[in-house]
């Protein structure tokens, strides 16, 4: 049985130009260091939300895992609290998760499908089921919090509005994907 399509889309234009950019791209430092802030404050929120996720956390106290993907790399540690924090520069970490692909496109063409992206796991056994736990359950209450700044009506209106959209994007990331030589089919 053939299950070529009957056609497909041609590669868009300056795809692999706009890949070389995002992979050649070395933002400063302190830029890095910013977003790495951010990234940890907006953890510790959302961990701040679910007792349990701290629980889990605070029973991994002082043990840290290292997040890479490509050139980006994160060593957050578990604090007594059960929050998060950066390790210091330099340390060892108990845990590395690596992000094994590097393209943008790709990585989020899986999430945008509900798939997780493929990640190499190595160290602490323990830490890397918790990590998995947190991964699976713990969840950003957004509609939550836009209700506080603007109202629980506005922001159930935008939270829907969101999913709507994102199930629309997911959608159409489930019927066309890429190819190896840089076309789209669909299925």
Do not use: Y
């Not at 509900?114 to 509609?143: F, M, S, Y």
């Amino acid at each position: 049985m053939n299950t070529t399509p009957p056609f497909s889309f041609p590669s868009l234009p300056g795809a692999n130009l706009l890949q070389n950019l995002l992979e050649s791209f070395q933002p400063p430092a302190w830029v890095v260091d910013e977003v790495q802030n951010k990234i940890i404050l907006l953890l510790n929120h959302v961990l701040m939300q679910e007792p349990q996720a701290q629980d889990r956390v605070r029973r991994q106290k002082g043990k840290s895992a290292r997040m890479v993907w490509g050139k980006f790399e994160m060593t957050l540690q578990a604090s007594p609290a059960g929050l998060l924090e950066r390790a210091q520069v330099g340390a060892g970490a108990d845990l590395t998760v690596t992000l094994t692909e590097t393209s943008l496109p790709a990585v989020l063409e899986k999430v945008a499908r509900g798939d997780k992206p493929a990640v190499n796991i190595e160290g602490d056994v323990q830490l890397a089921a918790e990590v998995a736990w947190l991964v699976d359950n713990l969840r950003w209450d957004v509609e939550e919090d836009l209700s506080r700044l603007i109202g629980d009506a506005p922001a159930h209106t935008l939270c829907k509005a969101a999913a709507v959209a994102g199930g629309a994007v997911k959608a159409f990331a489930g019927r066309v994907r890429p190819q190896a030589g840089g076309a789209a089919a669909t299925p």
